[in-house]
């Protein structure tokens, strides 16, 4: 592995072209954690990006014009108040928005983004990442909509009463269901039905299996790579990717080292018994002090472990968002970063303002202007609009 992305990866022309391509089109990033600090860290993405991935800063520089913001619910630290923790994750992206109205926008709808590009504001789109969240009940489900939320990634790493995630598979503790249960089909409905785009990140493969069997829209994978080159299971087969591109929906790629190096994820996962030791001690001292543990806390610490492995070539992500325009198709794969709530990156790429880098380098790969411009944004907007555009509000009903 290398520390650095050569000069073979690109060249100067290439990089001026992507800027071109990026100032032209709309991109859009279909999955960043950068939640996380708004809510816990007394952070705004107006201020100097600091330790993280994302800010309006490096949004600018990189030429990105709209990110998803998860509201992601750790499980264990949020035991007990899921929903409560989400809805907290929630307000916290919409006060953002209001606060810096002048730069900033919550965005519903494509072409609410397409309005906000136009005038050169930041668009923010709304997520949650993990069903758990809902907590069984879809008038929970509905109250995320309400307030804007416009995905809900179906499980995250851990199981929950109604869909199987690839996170814990061979947990003996975990109860799991072989898929969706009648509950998890019901979801998939109302979600279809309130035009929220169902999101298979995370998910077993037989949970993919029963989510494109009764899914009457078409889905997305907001942040998995290819399976074919780094054999994890949060990423996707390349049948998986043939059936998403079937049904109309979009990969978007994850930048993380450990999906999309082998070499990177041996080595994390050799780390990963003195990682979880720290991990339990860090919570065994801040239980000692009466403190709470935040998420920031748990990601500087496995961003601390990152560090000690060579990062990935700049390449290694290269080839998987070829791999999946090819296997898929350039109409079918976009880009999600997981910015914010990853511990490394491959090299050469430290934040949004690198991502004129990615562009530049499949540009170099021969890959079209034309099918570009759908994978930086255009095809996961061309999903959320026919995922509106096939939902059934009840006539009760108002935004």
């Not at 199981?159 to 996170?167: K, L, M, Q, R």
């Not at 829209?217 to 990423?235: E, F, G, K, Q, W």
């Not at 990152?306 to 109409?331: K, M, N, Q, T, Y």
């Amino acid at each position: 592995m290398t520390e650095a992305h050569t000069p073979a990866d690109y060249s100067p022309a290439h990089l001026e072209a992507a800027i071109e391509l990026h100032r032209a089109c709309t991109v859009v990033d279909a999955h960043a954690d950068t939640a996380q600090r708004l809510c816990d860290e007394a952070w705004s993405l107006t201020d100097p990006l600091g330790h993280g991935m994302l800010s309006l800063a490096s949004a600018r520089a990189g030429h990105l014009h709209a990110a998803t913001f998860a509201a992601w619910v750790e499980p264990r630290l949020n035991a007990g108040r899921f929903s409560e923790r989400a809805f907290d994750l929630i307000e916290s992206v919409r006060a953002e928005a209001h606060r810096h109205r002048h730069a900033l926008r919550l965005c519903r709808t494509p072409r609410e983004v397409a309005a906000t590009r136009a005038e050169g504001l930041f668009a923010m789109l709304l997520s949650v990442e993990g069903g758990h969240a809902i907590e069984n009940s879809l008038d929970t489900l509905q109250a995320f909509h309400k307030l804007g939320v416009r995905s809900l990634t179906l499980t995250w790493s851990n199981s929950n009463e109604w869909a199987d995630s690839c996170g814990d598979l061979d947990d003996p503790t975990v109860t799991h269901h072989g898929g969706l249960t009648r509950f998890g089909r019901s979801v998939i409905a109302e979600m279809n039905r309130l035009g929220m785009m169902v999101d298979v990140s995370h998910v077993s493969d037989a949970t993919l299996n029963d989510v494109l069997a009764c899914s009457t829209a078409p889905i997305i994978a907001s942040h998995s790579s290819a399976r074919a080159l780094t054999d994890a299971p949060r990423n996707l087969t390349d049948a998986q990717l043939r059936t998403i591109a079937r049904c109309g929906g979009v990969v978007c790629v994850n930048f993380y080292a450990g999906f999309i190096s082998a070499e990177w994820r041996t080595a994390w996962n050799a780390l990963r018994p003195e990682l979880e030791a720290a991990h339990t001690a860090l919570e065994r001292e801040s239980a000692a002090r009466g403190e709470h543990i935040t998420y920031a806390r748990q990601h500087a610490l496995d961003a601390e472990f990152a560090a000690r492995i060579p990062r990935p070539p700049f390449s290694a992500l290269i080839d998987h968002i070829e791999h999946i325009a090819r296997v898929a198709g350039p109409d079918h794969v976009g880009l999600g970063s997981d910015f914010d709530g990853i511990p490394q990156l491959p090299a050469g790429l430290d934040s949004a303002a690198d991502l004129p880098k990615i562009t530049a380098a499949l540009l170099a790969r021969g890959l079209a202007p034309a099918d570009l411009t759908k994978l930086l944004g255009g095809n996961l907007l061309r999903v959320m609009a026919e995922v509106q555009s096939a939902s059934r509000p009840r006539s009760s009903e108002s935004e």
